[in-house]
């Protein structure tokens, strides 16, 4: 479970990084 969770939080890091690149 505390796997999942942090590889949630990778991916809405990197949602958030592109985003701001765009």
Do not use: A, D, P, Q
């Amino acid at each position: 479970m505390y796997k999942l969770m942090g590889k949630f939080l990778v991916v809405r890091w990197s949602l958030i990084c592109v985003e701001e690149y765009n």
